[in-house]
């Protein structure tokens, strides 16, 4: 038996949950604390699945019904919204993890790096940073878990590559901040947590004999464009 306006506006809450069924596999779902939300329950590939079609009263009778026959038009082309939607949130889940917000950020940013640069940004956080916190969703990411995986690159002495792969990180994590996938920057928090780095510093040529050699060497430098500049 269908159901009417005026049976649903006056369904009462019960103390555990009670469905009003529709018929063709939808019923309206009774919450005891007063919700009422549609429910769509059929069959694909042999098994019983369950799909939400929204909350009552947003959703009201006729657009039930007619998300029904949208619904079931489609189970019959053999299209599962259920497994669709599912595929969906776990796109949207992996979306939000460091790593995955990390390489859109490198893809952001390729076309004014060198590829030697990328490559070099790339892999320092492909061994340093996403075998610790890549799954981590950015915005679960904390300052204590960002250090510790900086403390695991400080136990093997590289300290200057700590120091390069928390700014990596905080670079990130501004982009994820402005993709609104996190609510803030961890980094800042770390200010002092490293150890410091080691600065060492070269006499100056003074030699008029030396400088000949060491243009001679400036020009034939073939390293990085940035090194070569300076």
Known sequence: ????????????????????????????????????????????????????LGAYPEVSLRDARERRGDARKAIAAGIDHSAKRQAEKRARTAADTFEAAAREWIDARSGQWSQSNKHQVTRRLERDAF??????????????EVLQMLRRIEARGAIETAHRVKQLVGQVMRFAVATGRAQRDPTPD?????????????????NPGEIGPLLRDIDGYSGQYAARCA
Do not use: C, F
Not at 14 to 26: I, R
């Open 131 to 144: 075998p610790w916190i890549g799954q981590t969703k950015v915005h679960e990411l904390e300052p204590p």
């Open 190 to 206: 770390l200010q002092g947590a490293l150890k410091t780095r080691r600065v060492t510093r070269y006499a100056s040529i003074v």
């Open 1 to 52: 038996m269908k159901l009417t306006a005026t049976q649903i506006k006056n369904a009462k809450p019960a103390e555990k949950p009670y469905k009003l069924s529709d018929g063709a596999g939808m019923y309206l779902l009774v919450a005891p604390t007063g919700g009422k939300s549609w429910r769509l329950k059929y069959r694909i590939g042999g098994k019983e699945k369950l799909l939400s």
